[in-house]
């Protein structure tokens, strides 16, 4: 029954799941997450976790549409035994959100995140079954906890398929064709070029007068001369023409300074005076050990 009045219903949100989060507490749901509290089937308890020896131990699964990681959507859960690795990519659900308190003890929920240009599929709704081990139509099935099926509803990649889609619509209403196989060039209709900028059509281009506008009264065009940079630059060689270029004396009397110091060399004589050694403490030394 309540399987029928489910397909009966229209599903109007369906934006791709950003976010999952596991709470003890039907209450302890976070803003702008939604907990799936019942099943889909028999519209009982959806406690994914079995009772303790002495105290009850509940664990819901909650999944939202605005939170997590910007841009990012879950493209895939998995459900796995405690002792198996986590693959790569995905995220374990290990703690509770609202006790933090482990999740699970038996098993691992886990799921995987992209950005939302490279997802392969969405997951647009999830449900839980109590009874029935066949996903419902539009639904997939992905694993079973504490006796319970889980099943997900795929959505459309959003990555290159819907984006092209757009892209095309787009490009569709515009007076100039776009090139798909450019980097981003586009070419006008009918013109025969191309390049990185439209081209509108001749019936859409601005019209450019085909003469100047004339000047005020009073007012005369200034004359320009091929030569005019020519000019310019003769008469600003002429002006110091004739100068010479002599350094200042000071800078003149430093260098020759630093020259002479620089190429003062010493004689034979003032090496071996200065650097002499006769090595005398060495074979005393060696003569006594012999």
Known sequence: MMRDLYNSLPLPDDRPITSLCIVEEISGCPPNYTVVSKTHDQDIDA????????????????????????????????????????????????????????????????????????????????????????????????????????????????????SDSQKQTVASSLPYSVNPNGRGSISSIGSGNSGIYPVLPENLRPKVPSRQAPLPPGMERPQYSENSSDSIYDSAQSSISGIPFILNKKYVENSLEEENASTNFKSRQQIEDEYYYSFALEQDIANRTT
Request: proline residues 4%; aromatic residues 10%; hydrophobic residues 30%.
């Open 47 to 162: 406690d994914l976790c079995k009772d303790g020896f002495f105290k009850r131990i509940s664990r819901y699964l909650c999944h939202s549409k605005t939170e997590g990681f910007f841009g990012y959507v879950v493209e895939h859960i998995l459900i796995l035994n405690d002792k198996e690795s986590r693959p790569a990519g995905y995220t374990i659900l290990e703690q509770t959100s609202d006790t933090n308190q482990r999740a699970f003890r038996k098993k691992q929920l886990c799921y995987k995140a992209v950005p939302r240009h490279m997802a392969t599929q969405t997951i647009t709704d999830i449900i839980i079954l109590s009874r029935s081990k066949v996903a419902p139509s539009g639904f997939s099935l992905f694993g079973e906890m504490n006796g319970l099926s889980i099943c997900y509803k795929p959505g459309p990649a959003t990555g290159s398929s819907g």
